[in-house]
């Protein structure tokens, strides 16, 4: 998916100019002459970044950082063609992550642009669920190597066994019927007067429960089916 920057600033050279320089590295860029435009087009449009100039008419950029800052994270790197040390402190305290002094090269900048996305990705990455493991409270199904677990102490379950818990367990806080239950673990027709479910049910809370006859994983629910 490709990059999206805004770049806020009121001299339309610099603005194209920057354009050119992250074009060319692959991003797309849009552009606002002054942040009143660029608060609008952020009501609008998801960013990646923002390139956003200190010195503009109707709202400067320490105001429109502080503006952005209220409800978005993205990084943002401010422009100024002030050098002075107030006006970085400034800057950064409104919430800017980098800051670069007018002229600049641009080179330069589209190595901070390029520093502060890894950043910002490494420290906004979603964490990776592995949902092959699967827990409620101490037991733990692995449905990759077909292992249970209770009270971190492994249990043996045939393969039948462990294809009801699993299925029990994806499904955590369903009501599943018995008739729902053998047709996904046998693969055929469910016949009224088979108790073959309520077997191999009894056959796991032996292993997997502390007191099978006060089950605290797999509960009945009578007339309807088994949950977890």
Same mark, same amino acid.
């Given at each position: ?75 943002? /790197?401010?422009? *100024? ?33 390029? *520093? ?111 949950? /977890?």
């Amino acid at each position: 998916m490709m990059l999206k920057i805004l770049i806020v600033d009121d001299d339309k050279e610099i603005r194209n100019l920057i354009a050119v320089y992250l074009e060319n590295e692959g991003m797309e860029t849009e552009k606002a002459e002054d942040a009143m435009e660029a608060l609008k087009m952020l009501e609008k449009s998801a960013f990646d970044l923002i390139i956003l100039d200190i010195m503009m008419p109707k709202m400067d950029g320490i105001q429109a950082c502080m503006k952005i800052r209220e409800e978005r994270s993205m990084p943002i /790197i401010m422009l *100024s063609a002030k050098s002075e040390d107030m006006d970085k402190i400034q800057g950064l305290a409104a919430g800017a992550d980098d800051y670069l002094s007018k002229p600049f090269n641009p080179l330069e900048l589209i190595a901070r642009v390029k *520093s502060q996305l890894r950043r910002y990705k490494k420290y906004n990455a979603e964490p990776v669920v592995d949902k092959s493991i699967l827990e409620i409270g101490e037991l733990t199904v692995n449905t990759n190597t077909r292992q249970v677990w209770v009270q971190k102490k492994e249990v043996r379950l045939t393969p039948k066994e462990f294809d009801i818990l699993e299925l029990l367990a994806r499904n955590k806080g369903i009501v599943l019927s018995v008739a729902k239950i053998y047709e996904a673990v046998w693969k055929e027709d469910f016949f009224k007067s088979d108790n073959t479910v309520m077997v191999h049910i009894t056959k796991i809370r032996d292993k997997i429960e502390v007191e099978p006859k006060r089950p605290i994983y797999i509960k009945t629910i009578w007339g309807v089916g088994y949950k /977890i």
